[in-house]
């Protein structure tokens, strides 16, 4: 709504006299702004510019709330409004991206934790590098380990949760090394604590019975004399393990017994499996390992061994 006020034009014949224009008021979307025109010398035109627009001594308005005597906008008011314009959209522009890297930080940190957490108490990846539970478990067999049941070990502090399962005989086990708690070991539980244990010609006897192992692998006849160990007892909170390839296995009759406490989980499925020996998974190099990498890069579809994919074990 606009609300102007004006003089009546002098009658013909009279002298005619510098219009005086009243205050004119201008009411634009909740704006109000004041323009006075007095009868003394016109001021410069940017002198009467408000930071809404100009009014001519015509009195007349433009649409976009600056006028000048011509009829024409101008371009002082424009610049007014443009620039703080400008400045709110760059503003605007840069908020959602500021929002955009926060919300990516916090998604990253989340998951992050996620992956962590499940690393720790859940389960986590690895890989076989050996073949001493070859006939079950193949060199480059990339298993999903469970975690969970075996008491996870919480980092730093070293504790350990309660174990919600017991390690019972005949079970897939992966534990820390006795002699050297920093390397994993994989092998199979032949006998548990309080169990008297034997080897006689290849042949596994728990508890004065025989055990049948269809999973055990030997390439060297079965009942071979020097396959033989025992008897003796297991102690209470120890495990006595043996890798299904028996004629090529670092276990029990070779180092002992393992602790119980030392089982960190058990292997639960086979989610990628890649043929290559073992000398490529167990070498260190820098160098090497590029290497071995580019190689699966280049054989992985024709060195995948895709029928064990998602095999349980």
């Not at 108490?121 to 049941?149: N, Q, R, W, Y």
């Not at 199979?188 to 169990?195: C, E, I, K, N, Y």
């Not at 070498?283 to 990498?293: G, K, L, Q, T």
Request: net charge neutral; charged share 20%.
């Amino acid at each position: 709504m606009c609300s102007l006020a004006f003089l009546e034009k002098p009658a013909a014949g009279e002298p005619a006299e510098t219009p005086a224009i009243e205050p004119a008021t201008v009411e634009s979307a909740g704006i109000r702004s004041s323009f006075e025109a007095q009868s003394a010398p016109a001021l410069p035109l940017a002198d009467k510019v408000s930071s809404t627009g100009t009014v001519s001594s015509t009195g007349k308005v433009s649409s976009t709330g600056t006028a000048s005597s011509t009829g024409t906008v101008s371009s002082i008011g424009a610049a007014a409004t443009v620039e703080p314009l400008a400045e709110a959209g760059a503003i605007q522009a840069e908020k959602p991206a500021r929002r955009f890297w926060q919300w990516s930080k916090r998604r990253w940190l989340v998951l992050m934790a996620v992956v962590l957490g499940i690393r720790i108490f859940i389960g986590e990846a690895s890989v076989v590098p050996t073949a001493s539970m070859e006939g079950t478990i193949l060199v480059g067999d990339h298993l999903f380990m469970d975690k969970l049941l075996y008491g996870p070990e919480i980092p730093v502090v070293n504790w350990r949760l309660p174990a919600l399962k017991a390690v019972q005989r005949g079970e897939i086990v992966v534990f820390r090394y006795p002699r050297n708690p920093a390397e994993t070991f994989l092998k199979r539980v032949a006998a548990v604590g309080g169990d008297r244990v034997e080897i006689r010609n290849g042949i596994l006897y728990v508890n004065f019975k025989r055990v049948a192992e269809p999973y055990a692998v030997h390439h060297a006849p079965v009942h071979n004399p020097q396959e033989s160990w025992g008897p003796t007892v297991v102690p209470q909170g120890k495990l006595f393990v043996m890798g299904d390839n028996r004629d090529n296995s670092s276990d029990s009759r070779d180092w002992g017994f393992v602790p119980v406490q030392n089982v960190i989980g058990e292997p639960l499925f086979v989610y990628w499996s890649y043929d290559a020996p073992s000398a490529r998974w167990l070498d260190e190099n820098p160098a090497h390992r590029v290497s071995f990498y580019a190689s699966i890069a280049e054989n992985f579809f024709r060195r995948t061994r895709w029928s064990r994919t998602g095999m349980l074990l």
